[in-house]
């Protein structure tokens, strides 16, 4: 033909001035075209004849007609087909093909999988089209194309996936095929933290007490932003938390990809937003609430949401132990729909876990309608529903400091030294009574002397 090369080109748009040609690929159709490998339209696995199955056969010529085609253009002999059913051979270029050979699970496919789909056509076409691969036509696949700019001689510039058919013009095209995105389906991801247990103490108060002022903080992968806190447990003596509270994450999702979408702008001045996918990763970090500094991150975790760690019923027997778990022995919240239990949070900023506290959760997905059927609100507010939220039963030494500087004195000064304030006060009073005895003793001596001789 004339016009053997197509050329791609992949351009960078630019709303002022022209755009840019970030690269380019050539591709030789005349050579696909006249290839035995059938390269001008890929090889499917399965010969499927059901219109309404999305792997349908798209090549105009069948597999017998294309082992025909093979074989006339590499110069052998017609193939010769004989037997029926599991007895079917087929002849070509002197060397023999069975059909039992193919479908008995030392070929492929598997026969379980051919007992299984009804729509795979005749036995003929089928062992034909196993011949095709065995001999190494091109399989139906997506190729990838590396794009190269004059400008940079021999410096990739980007990938380019795609495939390309090539069909007679004066035939009936088989139809297009859809390629159009797959939808993102909408999750809401429901978390209640219950309470935190065993949580590192960071900090002393002035009595020389260890304690945290503990809260959770948690997020998506890729979602920072959307990111959610509990309200703080202040003065843990012991590392248990108590919050009830709720957190809701409403988010895209692709079953087929396991991947979460998210639209988001690559800078401050893209005009459109990027669609960016995310492993459905859930992050959890336990901090240490500071009023004047930082807070400080006692431990975190992060959970899978198609591949969870089992957790455990109860805190004593929570380790790290479950993060070794096989993927077999994992959990998707997409088939448990809900999960409640403890999981550990751990510190390895120097290369190796180290068990600091440990966190019980409920997490429960629900599709957009479920949701909707079953509403709950952020936290304690309205509507608190499914499951309804009390506040947290918080011991009475759990409260801000600066918040309740009368209830410091109560609980950290009074209950504990209010004996030796009693006596302190007594102790003063005698000082302050002896005090002002000695004051006055000189004075009313004198008077009662002076007074007495005059």
Avoid at 358 to 374: D, N, Q, S, V, Y
């Amino acid at each position: 033909p004339r016009d053997s090369q197509l050329i791609i080109k992949v351009y960078d748009k630019d709303l002022i001035g022209s755009n840019d040609v970030v690269g380019s690929t050539t591709i030789d159709l005349e050579d696909r075209f006249l290839s035995w490998k059938r390269a001008s339209c890929g090889v499917a696995s399965s010969y499927i004849t059901d219109k309404e199955n999305k792997d349908v056969w798209r090549d105009l010529l069948k597999p017998i007609a294309l082992l025909k085609r093979m074989c006339l253009l590499k110069g052998w002999q017609p193939p010769i087909f004989k037997g029926k059913g599991s007895t079917l051979r087929c002849y070509v270029n002197s060397s023999e093909y069975k059909m039992k050979f193919f479908e008995s699970g030392k070929g492929k496919p598997a026969e379980a999988a051919v007992a299984a789909n009804k729509s795979l056509g005749s036995d003929e076409h089928r062992l034909a089209l196993y011949i095709l691969h065995e001999l190494g036509v091109v399989p139906e696949h997506i190729e990838t194309r590396t794009l190269y700019n004059d400008d940079c001689p021999g410096i990739p510039q980007g990938k380019l996936h795609l495939w390309i058919d090539i069909f007679p013009y004066d035939r009936n095209l088989p139809p297009p095929v859809d390629i159009r995105p797959r939808k993102a389906q909408k999750f809401t991801l429901r978390i209640i933290v219950w309470n935190t247990y065993d949580v590192i103490l960071q900090d002393e108060n002035f009595m020389g007490e260890k304690m945290s002022d503990i809260f959770c903080k948690i997020w998506m992968e890729g979602l920072p932003k959307h990111s959610q806190e509990t309200d703080v447990h202040f003065r843990s003596l012991t590392g248990e938390g108590n919050f009830n509270w709720r957190m809701t994450y409403d988010f895209d999702y692709l079953l087929a990809e396991q991947k979460v979408v998210a639209f988001q702008k690559t800078s401050f001045f893209s005009m459109d937003a990027t669609e960016h996918k995310y492993a459905p990763v859930l992050h959890i970090n336990v901090y240490d609430y500071d009023t004047f500094s930082s807070d400080d991150l006692l431990g975190w975790t992060e959970l899978s949401l198609v591949s969870m760690p089992s957790p455990t019923k109860g805190a004593k027997e929570c380790d790290l132990d479950i993060y070794d778990a096989p993927p077999e022995k994992r959990l998707s919240i997409f088939d448990k729909k809900k999960i409640k239990g403890c999981w550990p949070v751990y510190d390895d900023t120097l290369g190796e876990r180290e068990l600091t506290g440990k966190i019980e959760l409920e997490i429960e997905i629900l599709t957009e309608e479920e949701a909707l059927e079953k509403p709950a609100g952020q936290a304690r507010s309205s509507p608190n529903e499914n499951p309804t939220l009390e506040p947290p039963d918080r011991p009475v030494t759990s409260f801000n400091f600066f918040m309740n500087p009368f209830t410091v004195f109560k609980i950290l000064i009074w209950q504990k030294y209010k004996w030796k304030i009693y006596m302190s006060f007594l102790v003063l009073l005698c000082i302050c009574f002896l005090g002002l005895l000695i004051y006055t003793s000189p004075g009313a001596i004198t008077t009662a002397l002076y007074g007495s001789i005059g």
